[in-house]
């Protein structure tokens, strides 16, 4: 297979999966999802005594309210149009250079925190769930603001 | 790049909803049009076009800025 040939193959499964969104519908299942994981890690940490079935518990609800989040930045609005889209595309951009900047100073901060607390500290690099939750709850609010200021 | 959108439909007698369902697409892009905060696709002016029976110049002017 030539090179241009692979290209072309490459750019038609990247347009495919740059176009891949769920139903409207899907947006309430992920909103149901995380709220339920959200209850689910107090509620676990209350009711379950056993240290290891706890922590295995919370990394499990830690995946399914991040896969609740993706669900409902994958879901489609009732009219996904043009507009809609580059909202989406933009509310996309926003949060990813913002997850990279968070990524970047969180350690910095949280030493300079510790320092101060507990007088001294290592460098620690940010935890991968913070990472992804912050990604996926920024592009969602900026998303949502998007869309309610083109009301105005 | 400015628009007299709101002057089109009002020759139409049509709300922004009316526009919007014609044209198929949410009425915050219509809004956002006609406020200049959005420049629509190629496709989307032309649906216009089509629809105000005029062409994309008569309603789509550029600017200076442009």
Known sequence: ?152 | MTNSLKVERAILDLTQDDLAKKIGVSRQTINSIEKNRYVPSTVLALKLSALFNKPVNDFFKLTEED
């Open chain 1, 1 to 152: 297979m030539s090179i241009k040939k692979i290209i072309a193959c490459e750019r038609r499964s990247l347009g495919k999966v740059s176009k891949f969104q769920l139903p409207h519908h899907f947006k309430k299942v992920g909103w149901v999802l995380f709220i339920v994981s959200f209850i689910s890690l107090f509620a676990s940490s209350i009711i379950i005594t056993d240290e290891s079935l706890k922590s295995t518990i919370v990394v499990i609800v830690k995946y399914t309210m991040l896969i609740g989040l993706l669900i409902v930045s994958l879901a489609k609005e009732p009219i996904e149009d043009e507009f809609i889209k580059s909202m989406r595309m933009k509310s996309y951009m926003i949060a990813f250079i913002l997850g990279v900047i968070q990524t970047l100073i969180m350690p910095f901060i949280t030493l300079g925190a510790e320092t101060i607390v507990d007088g001294g500290s290592t460098l620690k690099p940010v935890n991968d769930f913070f990472v992804l939750w912050v990604l996926l709850f920024c592009q969602i609010l900026v998303f949502h603001v998007f869309k309610s200021t083109a009301n105005d």
